[in-house]
């Protein structure tokens, strides 16, 4: 071993020091080091150099020169041979986080004995992935944003598990995918959440939230009802599933189980659009206990069933109002009510839930379950050149289509939207593994996922009835219900109080303008002028509106867009740019509170 190896092993057990006790100190025997010209060290791996022959940091400060700290907040290193390309971004951005994953842990204790590692055992921000599988590395860089994250690949550093890296690189897209959906969601339905979220508030007090059925459910299969075509095997099935298990419907499903005579269990609807309302239009469910959230449509919350629970809210509205009378329970939001039906499954601490009619393609090429609203409003609004057929030929070509294998190893059609939710239910299914939550598929014709495995129906229905422990799971939950018991006058203060936060963050936008509009005007008063913008912007981050504004508030994307027409034609223009562009968001955060009250004061 090289002066190197004793440093940088005690300074890896101090900053790691729960993977260091899990790790041995093994170096792999397929890594050869060798002297560079410059005298420090590279390697092979194969007919493979690592780093270059001649100067290998030299070669790492030219790969890291693409990382700009204007732009970047994380670097994700997918192998990092001896380090060299680490350190030295750690040396030149220390505010930088540094994501480094290497599937084998005795190439990362080769380059512990290679090179020093100091610069990236110091540095304040340093994640270090080793050993992990693909679904756990998923879950750390889906907090990364991408438009803030660089990736380094070197064919050189992945090749000796080039499959792993290729997983690890398709779920950094799927999370681009996933970004590109959320704000795209949020510029076309932000007006929409927050005006349903408003006339729903008083709700909250009445009804009680999905967190009293949690951990009920432990020796119950949950069954989860989804809308694609593969159902129709299921439905004949219904009413002996239901005696076996908890049916969970989700809201596109609804009319094709009431078809059958048969009420689900549960109904969930996560979508706040008034045509995801249109699901339960004319329908009742008398024995169902229907789960949505404040967003929803008005008269979703109208809909004749058993019971109404509540899941908290995914928006600021909700979430501050929550916070001051009683939290309803979380469920997760992957893009599709079918991922938040499943989390609800796995709240209740099932141990084996079951899915039909999650196909997540479009077997047979077939877009929704026959009868579902999507296929009769496809018949009822088609005309003589724009039939139902061309509807669905439009549906399976609108994304990227693509071919993959259904659980009987036959082809089946799917695209990119579908491969986003099918990411989702990988690592999250993979994950509750772990922890002994099994996911299975009643329909062999959906798409086949990682995580979840094919189960006969057959097998299912020799399975005993559980009238008895279902009864028994709906009594406890009704004797642990959580419905705030809060008076009319308390929460109208709640309400005041909010109102009174939405005018002081008025306020304050109001005086960040005029202090901007200043600092433009006066030059000479400058540093006054900037310590003045410093203090308001404190003042934001600490009022107790801000985020509720946020939903209303321009994306990253809007924002710039608007931020061309500020003018940087002259020097003076473009020394000034940061007042401007502060100045516009004081603009458009008064924008959007003066938004936020004209809706908040209609109800």
């Known amino acids: 071993m090289n002066s190197f190896w004793n440093s940088n092993l005690n300074l890896f ?87 480094l994953i290497e599937k084998d842990s005795k190439r990362f204790f080769s380059a512990l004995n290679a090179m020093d590692w100091t610069p990236i055992f110091k540095h304040q921000k340093i994640i270090l992935i080793l050993e992990a599988n693909v679904e756990e590395v998923a879950s750390v860089i889906s907090k990364c944003k991408t438009d803030a994250t660089k990736v380094f690949k070197s064919k050189a550093h992945v090749a000796h598990n080039d499959s792993y890296f290729q997983a690890i690189e398709n779920a950094l897209i799927q999370n681009s995918q996933k970004e590109e959906i959320n704000t795209n969601t949020l510029e076309k339905f932000a007006k929409l959440w927050l005006n349903n979220s408003c006339r729903n508030l008083d709700y909250l007090t009445l009804f009680d939230g999905v967190k009293k059925y949690a951990g009920l459910g432990k020796d119950i299969p949950f069954v989860i009802l989804a809308a694609g075509p593969s159902l129709q095997k299921i439905l004949p099935h219904l009413a002996e599933i239901k ?50 959230e404040i967003a929803a449509y008005p008269s979703v ?116 939207r579908m491969s986003l939710f099918s990411w989702w239910f990988e690592t999250q299914c993979t994950n509750a593994k772990t922890v002994g939550t099994e996911t299975y598929s009643l329909t062999p014709e959906s798409l086949a996922i990682k995580g979840i495995d094919s189960f006969s129906l057959q097998d299912f229905l020799s399975l005993g009835e559980i ?20 008076s009319k006058k308390d929460y109208d203060g709640i309400k005041k109080q909010f109102a009174d936060n939405l005018d002081e963050l008025e306020s304050i936008a109001k005086k960040g303008i005029e202090a901007a509009t200043k600092a433009i005007q006066d030059r000479t008063k400058m540093a006054q002028s900037l310590a003045r913008l410093n203090e308001i912007d404190s003042l934001i981050m600490k009022s107790k509106a ?8 321009p994306t990253k994307r809007q924002l710039e867009k608007i931020a061309l027409e500020i003018p940087q034609t002259t020097e003076w223009e473009k020394s000034i740019y940061p007042i401007q562009y502060s100045k516009l968001i004081y603009k458009q955060l008064l924008a959007s509170v003066k938004l936020f009250k004209k809706f908040f004061s209609r109800f």
């Not at 084996?352 to 018949?379: C, N």
Request: hydrophobic share 35%; charged share 25%; net charge neutral.
């Open 243 to 292: 005696k076996r298990s908890m049916i969970v419907c989700v809201d596109t499903a609804l009319h094709a189980c009431l078809k059958q005579n048969v009420e689900p269990d549960f109904i969930i609807l996560t979508d706040p659009q008034y045509y995801a309302s249109l699901h339960l239009e004319f329908l009742s469910s008398p024995s169902s206990i229907l789960i949505t």
């Open 301 to 416: 919350l109208r809909f004749r069933c058993k019971e109404t629970v509540l899941y908290s809210s995914m928006f600021p509205i909700g979430q501050f109002f929550e916070g001051k009378t009683e939290e309803k329970g979380k469920l997760a939001a992957g893009g599709s009510v079918t991922t938040s039906a499943w989390d609800f499954a796995r709240l209740c601490g099932s141990k084996k839930i079951f899915i039909a009619g999650m196909d997540l393609g479009f077997p047979g090429k077939e877009t929704h379950i026959r009868g579902s609203r999507f296929e009769e409003k496809a018949h009822s609004s088609s005309t003589r050149t724009g039939n139902a057929e061309s509807t669905n030929i439009a549906t399976l070509f609108s994304a990227c289509p693509s071919i993959s294998k259904d659980y009987n190893g036959n082809p089946i059609l799917t695209d990119k």
């Open 467 to 486: 009238e008895d422990k279902k009864s028994a799971f709906l009594k406890a939950a009704e004797s642990t219900s959580k419905a705030t018991s809060i």
């Open 13 to 99: 057990k101090e900053r790691f020091p729960s993977l260091a006790a899990n790790l041995t100190s093994e170096t792999n025997p397929d890594l050869i080091l060798e002297e560079a010209k410059n005298g420090s060290m590279t390697a092979k791996s194969g007919s493979l150099m690592l780093h270059s022959k001649y100067n290998p940091e030299r070669e790492a400060d030219t790969l890291v020169e693409s990382f700009d700290s204007s732009k970047h907040e994380n670097a994700v290193f997918l192998g990092f041979g001896l380090g060299y390309g680490p350190a030295a971004l750690a040396k030149k951005n220390p505010q930088a986080t540094i994501i």
């Open 546 to 553: 801000k985020d509720a504004a946020s939903l209303v508030f």
